[in-house]
C-alpha cells in the first residue's frame, strides 16, 4: 500500500499531515499501554507541563507498509518485539495542532497527523519494555504504565481525543483477559 502525502490548510499554513501508525498494545489482562512523553516544547505551555500520555505512534517511512511502520514503531518506542497484530481499523484517522503547536510540536513541519491504527497482544513479559535510549535514539516516554482502553481518551491531550475515542470504540473487544495458553507437550 503506498502512502500519500495529505496536506493541511491549518491557520494559514500549508503543511503536510505526517503519515503515521498508531499502535494499541493489549497485555493479556485486556489492559492497554501508554506511555508519557515530554517533549522540550510542552514546558512553554502549561496544559502539556505534565506530560502527554499517548499510544505508541510513529512515522510511517516512504516506501513502508503501514503494519510494517506499527511493528518497528512498537520496538523503537517501547523494546517489545512479542506482539501478536490482531485488527486494523480501516482508512486514516487524522488531527490538526491546534494554533500554538503548528511550527513548534511535530519537529515543527506538520500540521498534524494521519494515522492508521493496530490493535496487537503483547505475548511477552514486563522485562521486555525498554523506554530507555536506544543508541543515538532519544526515548520518547519516560514513564509507561498499563491502563483500561477506556480510560486512554481521558489521558489523552485535547487534539487527539476524537481519535482515540474511535480507537477505544473499534478495539473495544480486545480488552477483555484472554485465556492462558496451554503449553504444547
Same mark, same amino acid.
Given at each position: 500500500m503506498?502512502?500519500?502525502?495529505?496536506?493541511?490548510?491549518?491557520?494559514?499554513?500549508?503543511?503536510?499531515?505526517?503519515?503515521?501508525?498508531?499502535?494499541?498494545?493489549?497485555?493479556?489482562?485486556?489492559?492497554?499501554?501508554? +506511555?508519557? /512523553?515530554?517533549?522540550?516544547? $510542552?514546558?512553554? #505551555?502549561?496544559?502539556?507541563?505534565?506530560? &502527554?500520555?499517548?499510544?505508541?505512534? %510513529?512515522?510511517?517511512?516512504?516506501?513502508?507498509?503501514p503494519?510494517?511502520?506499527?511493528?518497528?514503531?512498537?520496538?523503537?518506542?517501547?523494546?517489545?518485539?512479542?506482539a501478536?497484530?490482531?485488527?486494523?481499523?480501516?482508512?486514516?484517522?487524522?488531527?490538526e495542532?491546534?494554533?500554538?503547536?503548528?511550527?513548534?510540536?511535530?519537529?515543527?513541519?506538520?500540521? +498534524?497527523? /494521519?494515522?492508521?491504527?493496530? $490493535?496487537?497482544r #503483547?505475548?511477552?513479559?514486563?522485562?521486555? &519494555?525498554?523506554?530507555?535510549?536506544? %543508541?543515538?535514539?532519544?526515548?520518547?516516554?519516560?514513564?509507561?504504565?498499563?491502563?483500561?482502553?477506556?480510560?486512554?481518551?481521558?489521558?489523552?491531550?485535547?487534539?487527539?481525543?476524537?481519535?482515540?475515542?474511535?480507537?477505544?470504540?473499534?478495539?473495544?473487544?480486545?480488552?477483555?483477559?484472554?485465556?492462558?495458553?496451554?503449553?504444547?507437550?
Amino acid at each position: 500500500m503506498a502512502v500519500s502525502v495529505a496536506f493541511s490548510e491549518t491557520w494559514g499554513l500549508r503543511l503536510p499531515m505526517r503519515p503515521c501508525a498508531g499502535i494499541a498494545l493489549f497485555n493479556a489482562e485486556g489492559r492497554v499501554w501508554v +506511555g508519557r /512523553r515530554r517533549p522540550r516544547w $510542552a514546558r512553554r #505551555f502549561p496544559d502539556y507541563a505534565d506530560g &502527554i500520555w499517548q499510544l505508541p505512534q %510513529g512515522g510511517i517511512n516512504k516506501g513502508e507498509r503501514p503494519q510494517d511502520a506499527a511493528f518497528r514503531e512498537l520496538k523503537e518506542e517501547t523494546g517489545v518485539t512479542n506482539a501478536e497484530f490482531l485488527a486494523e481499523i480501516p482508512g486514516w484517522l487524522s488531527f490538526e495542532l491546534p494554533r500554538e503547536l503548528v511550527g513548534v510540536a511535530l519537529k515543527g513541519r506538520f500540521s +498534524g497527523q /494521519r494515522l492508521r491504527w493496530f $490493535a496487537m497482544r #503483547f505475548g511477552g513479559n514486563e522485562a521486555e &519494555i525498554d523506554i530507555e535510549r536506544k %543508541g543515538s535514539m532519544k526515548p520518547e516516554f519516560d514513564a509507561w504504565r498499563w491502563a483500561d482502553l477506556d480510560e486512554v481518551p481521558g489521558l489523552a491531550v485535547s487534539f487527539r481525543r476524537p481519535i482515540y475515542e474511535i480507537v477505544a470504540s473499534r478495539f473495544a473487544p480486545f480488552a477483555r483477559k484472554t485465556a492462558p495458553q496451554l503449553a504444547a507437550e
